[in-house]
């Protein structure tokens, strides 16, 4: 599945309760959701780390849903335009 794909999936399942719940809260379950990706990072169980990096994911498409942001798109910065460089 490409991410436009599952990206679409997040919206056309969750779309409405997402716009209601909005930006702000949406942004807090993410938070959430990556501070439990990072507890699982700790451990040896490598299902609850798979889990924990589909949450995140699944959190991040709703993000950029409700904002408008079109992730395929959004990552040309790496995929097209490239990125010079290290962080």
Do not use: P
């Not at 399942?13 to 379950?29: I, L, P, V």
């Amino acid at each position: 599945m490409r991410i436009r794909d599952f990206q679409n999936w997040i919206l056309e399942k969750y779309g409405q309760r997402d716009n209601e719940r909005g930006t702000s809260g949406t942004f807090m379950w993410f938070i959430e959701e990556v501070g439990e990706l990072a507890t699982a990072l700790h451990g040896d169980d490598i299902d609850n780390k798979h889990e924990e990096f589909a949450d995140v994911f699944a959190w991040l498409c709703t993000l950029a849903n409700i904002n408008g942001v079109d992730l395929e798109k959004a990552i040309e910065k790496y995929t097209v335009k490239g990125v010079e460089g290290f962080k």
